[in-house]
């Protein structure tokens, strides 16, 4: 499965040092396997178009889930790991996301 989504916010209000412009783009990947096991990739890059420099951070990487039940409750667990390839001085080198989900079908 593969997919996409962007946005870009705006202010209305601000000025000058208040204002804000800011780009957000995560992709995903996402490859099932057996056994409810996944691999998986979803970064976020955004762009700051109001920093005077260093306005984007472009994480790269990805990691591995897996769909299971606990007696009767489905649930997601997945951990992922991304390198900021680029990035402002403020953002640190290394992103890891892990993420536990309880999931109610009908």
């Known amino acids: 499965m593969i997919g996409s989504l962007f946005s870009n916010v705006w202010s209305v209000g ?3 040092d208040d204002d804000v412009n800011v ?8 490859y099932n396997m057996q056994g409810g096991w996944y ?4 970064p976020v890059i955004t762009a700051n178009w109001e920093a005077s420099s260093d306005e984007w951070t472009i994480p790269l990487g990805g990691g ?9 409750q489905p649930m997601n667990v ?5 390198y900021h390839v680029e990035k402002p ?7 890891l996301r ?9």
């Open 39 to 42: 691999l998986t990739s979803s």
């Open 98 to 106: 892990m993420q536990l989900q309880f999931m109610f079908p009908k």
């Open 23 to 30: 780009f957000t783009w995560q992709y995903f990947v996402n």
């Open 64 to 72: 591995i889930g897996r769909v299971f039940r606990v007696g009767k």
């Open 78 to 82: 997945s951990a992922q790991g991304f």
């Open 89 to 95: 001085g403020f953002v640190g080198d290394w992103t």
């Open 14 to 16: 601000g000025s000058g």
